[in-house]
C-alpha cells in the first residue's frame, strides 16, 4: 500500500463532517463572574472590576471583557462524534469579531459550525485541519461575537 492509499480520504471527511452544528449551549452573564475572570487572567480594566468606574464610560456600566466569553463552554471537536478520524488536537489559533458588549443579566448562547476541513502533510504524516465558527447570541438576538477556530488533528 503506498502512503497515499494510507491516508484518509479527506472528501469523505467534509461531505460527513462540514456543516455540523452543535448543540447550543446558554449561559447567563453574572457581574461577579465578570469580576472574576477578569481577576483570573489578571486585567484590571475598570471596564470589567469597577461598576462605579464603569459607568461613567460611553458604556453605561461594567461589561464583559473581550476574552471572557471563552467562560462559555461550548460543544467543542473533542465531543465530535466517536467515529470521527484523527483523534489527537492542537490549536490552530483563532480569530474573533466583537459585534455587541457582552453585560452582567445577558443571557448568552453559543452554537458551533464546522466550516472546513483540509488537510496537510507534516512530520506526523497527514494532518487534518477543522475550522469551526462558533456565534455568540444574547437573549435580544444579537450576534455579539464569533469566534474562527482552527483545530489540527492528527
Known amino acids: 500500500m503506498s502512503t497515499h492509499q494510507a491516508?484518509?480520504?479527506i472528501s469523505s471527511l467534509k461531505k460527513k463532517y462540514i456543516?455540523?452544528?452543535?448543540?447550543?449551549?446558554?449561559m447567563e452573564v453574572e457581574k461577579g463572574h465578570i469580576r472574576a475572570f477578569a481577576q483570573a487572567v489578571?486585567?484590571?480594566?475598570?471596564?470589567?472590576?469597577?461598576?462605579?468606574?464603569?459607568?461613567?464610560?460611553?458604556?453605561?456600566?461594567?461589561?464583559?471583557?473581550?476574552t471572557f466569553l471563552r467562560a462559555i463552554r461550548?460543544?467543542?471537536?473533542?465531543?465530535?462524534?466517536?467515529?470521527?478520524?484523527?483523534?489527537?488536537?492542537?490549536?490552530?489559533g483563532s480569530e474573533w469579531e466583537y459585534f455587541?458588549?457582552?453585560?452582567?443579566g445577558d443571557i448568552i448562547?453559543?452554537?458551533?459550525?464546522?466550516?472546513?476541513?483540509?488537510?496537510?502533510?507534516g512530520?506526523?504524516?497527514?494532518?487534518?485541519?477543522?475550522v469551526t465558527e462558533t456565534t455568540y447570541t444574547n437573549q435580544l438576538g444579537q450576534r455579539v461575537a464569533t469566534q474562527k477556530n482552527t483545530s489540527i488533528r492528527y
Not at 456543516?19 to 446558554?26: A, L
Not at 461550548?74 to 478520524?85: K, Y
Not at 455587541?100 to 452582567?104: A, F, I, K, W
Request: no cysteine; glycine share 8%.
Open 109 to 121: 448562547t453559543g452554537v458551533t459550525k464546522i466550516v472546513d476541513i483540509f488537510d496537510k502533510t
Open 42 to 66: 489578571e486585567d484590571p480594566n475598570p471596564l470589567w472590576n469597577d461598576e462605579a468606574v464603569a459607568r461613567n464610560t460611553r458604556l453605561g456600566g461594567m461589561v464583559g471583557s473581550p
Open 19 to 26: 456543516g455540523f452544528v452543535s448543540k447550543p449551549v446558554t
Open 123 to 130: 512530520r506526523l504524516g497527514q494532518m487534518v485541519f477543522v
Open 7 to 9: 491516508q484518509k480520504d
Open 74 to 92: 461550548t460543544e467543542r471537536l473533542q465531543e465530535l462524534p466517536a467515529d470521527f478520524p484523527f483523534n489527537r488536537p492542537l490549536d490552530g
Open 100 to 104: 455587541e458588549p457582552v453585560r452582567p
